[in-house]
């Protein structure tokens, strides 16, 4: 009786486990960031940066001083899915659940693709794609998964 | 008559109101004819009469009609006692206890089961998050070699920076 059990309880953790893996999807938000040295952003349509993401933007070695929210997409992904989600009218990435909590991102800029990066993105980190912008501003694109850990 | 307990029966018969018409004349003629058969006609006579004045100085008559009577008593034979329906009750509860439990048993068993597994597979997941994080590998594939990728441990950022002059600089 207790070995039948042991393994009707084996069975299952190996059942949730690959439930897990394969039918739970990976909820992943990317937010398009402005940064600036300006206290206001000229565009109405732009919203102030959550605390959090704000706070690991100012621990980088950035000059700006500011950080706005342009664009705000979410998509959620199971095992081997990928989709593609428009940040803005030149701006565009590609993300990929390869699994096990891996991403594949590319950011494909004015259609043409730039560049892929491909590592772990566990809830609670960050993937940032970043360049400048014009008057001394810069472009980011934050990639994370949102979970009970995120915020 | 055949013999002499033939002719007391019918005799008998005859004083119960049992005969029919003819075999009740037979007997009749017989009670006038022969001396034995007055002598047991008497009999029988006498002891009805002491058996109605019995019934009627001592109350011995029924009072209720025979039928009621014994349904009454075959009534309380068959009517369960308080005990009876008390432990009926007993037993009808722990049967359905025993019944519960042999239902409800196994399906406790089953999502306390599926209860630890998910906790554990929330478990396993945090611990590959973290194998993953001591394994941590980033894999950039770029066309341009001024694209800049460092990893900050401490904040958790991986930054993927893209050094090109922005537009009109």
Redesign the interface.
Known sequence: MSIF?IV??AL??R???YA?DRFLPMQLEAILIWGTNDEQSPDPNHKPLEPSIEA?LR??PFKWKKYFEVNRQSTNLVAKAAAKLKMSQECEIEVLNRG???VEVT?IGKGQR???????L??????????????M?GWFVVIRQRGKDSQ | MKNRMDKLLKIQAYFDNELGPAEAREIEQLLVSETEAQRIGDFIHKHRETLRKLDLEHGYSLPIPFEVYWAGIRSRITQPSMIDVISGAILDFVERVRLIRRTVAPVT?IAV??I???L??NA??RY??RV??TK?????????PG?V?YR?WT???????????????
């Open positions: 059990a009707v309880c299952l953790f059942c949730v486990i897990e690991k621990s980088q096990d909590s891996t950011l730039v560049g892929t990066v491909v590592q772990p566990p809830p609670g980190e960050l993937l940032i794609l970043g360049g400048n912008a014009p008057n501003t | 068993v089961c599926l630890l597994c998910i554990a597979g396993l997941t590959r998050s993953s994080n941590f590998e980033i894999v950039a594939l770029v066309k341009d694209v990728t900050d904040q958790g950022v991986t930054l993927m920076w893209f050094p090109y002059p922005a537009n009109g600089e």
